[in-house]
């Protein structure tokens, strides 16, 4: 199984809007293996502790082409993380029930002091 892709986001300061972003798994733009189902993104803290969930089932992932595993993560406004370094991940579900987590990474939430 290959590990999943790192990705650092840029810090943000705490309760300011977070942009999102969007992901294409397939950089050719060609169909994968099965068409995508759903995305979900967890924002964990350093005990596993969830403190964001966002899915495509909450309408807070948008699936833009499902062949291409293309979608968008939406803005989050206010983000409301605690002030600290979250560890996040984007996990998908094809069509047939496969998940996999294809992106990790971390986001420090700074205090308006730091800033």
Known sequence: MAKPARAELEPIV???TWA???VSASSTGS???SNLS???MFFRDGDGVTGLELTSANSKITI???NAYAFTVLAVNPL???IGNWYWSIETTN???II???IVGTLEVLSDATF
């Open 14 to 16: 705490y309760r300011d």
């Open 20 to 22: 999102g972003f969007t």
């Open 31 to 33: 169909a994968l293996d």
């Open 38 to 40: 759903s995305v979900r």
């Open 64 to 66: 833009t082409d499902a």
């Open 80 to 82: 409301t993380l605690d």
């Open 95 to 97: 069509a047939l029930g």
């Open 100 to 102: 996999k987590t294809y």
